[in-house]
Nanobody, 133 residues
Framework: QVQLVESGGGSVQAGGSLRLSCAAS????????MGWFRQAPGKEREAVAT????????YVDSSVKDRFTVSQDKAKRTLYLQMDNLKPEDTALYYC??????????????????????????WGQGTQVTVSS
């Protein structure tokens, strides 16, 4: 049974930092495309970053790439999202997700903004990030 558990969310003032963690269990030892998504109230869920575990390749959306970094601790089976210089518009529920084994084509498509939520088979419950001005 695959389980993704996010943590690290919270309330910060603008300019602050948070590091989100996504602890994965039940995933087989195969490459996956994992991703961080966020959804603000009344808005569509959007992809923030993706990570291909096979080669350790990462992609961060252009809207946040100068402030967010995605990484993985393979030994801990944990995906991270480091968020610096946070802005009020970053306020959202942040989700971690993973594809089924494989996911290279999903990772490639993420780089051109052509992701779909259905590309990801497994989702965490989300962690809230609130940034005040």
């Amino acid at each position: 049974q695959v389980q993704l558990v996010e943590s690290g969310g919270g309330s910060v003032q603008a300019g602050g930092s948070l590091r989100l963690s996504c602890a994965a269990s039940g995933l087989k030892s195969s490459p996956y495309c994992m991703g961080w998504f966020r959804q603000a109230p009344g808005k569509e869920r959007e992809a923030v970053a993706t990570f291909y575990t096979g080669f350790g390749r990462s992609y961060v959306d252009s809207s946040v790439k100068d402030r967010f970094t995605v990484s993985q601790d393979k030994a801990k089976r944990t995906l991270y999202l480091q968020m610096d210089n946070l802005k009020p518009e970053d306020t959202a529920l942040y989700y971690c997700a993973s594809t089924e084994p494989g996911g290279w084509s999903v990772f490639l498509r993420s780089q051109s903004g052509r992701l779909d939520r259905t590309d990801f088979a497994f989702w965490g419950q989300g962690t809230q990030v609130t940034v005040s001005s």
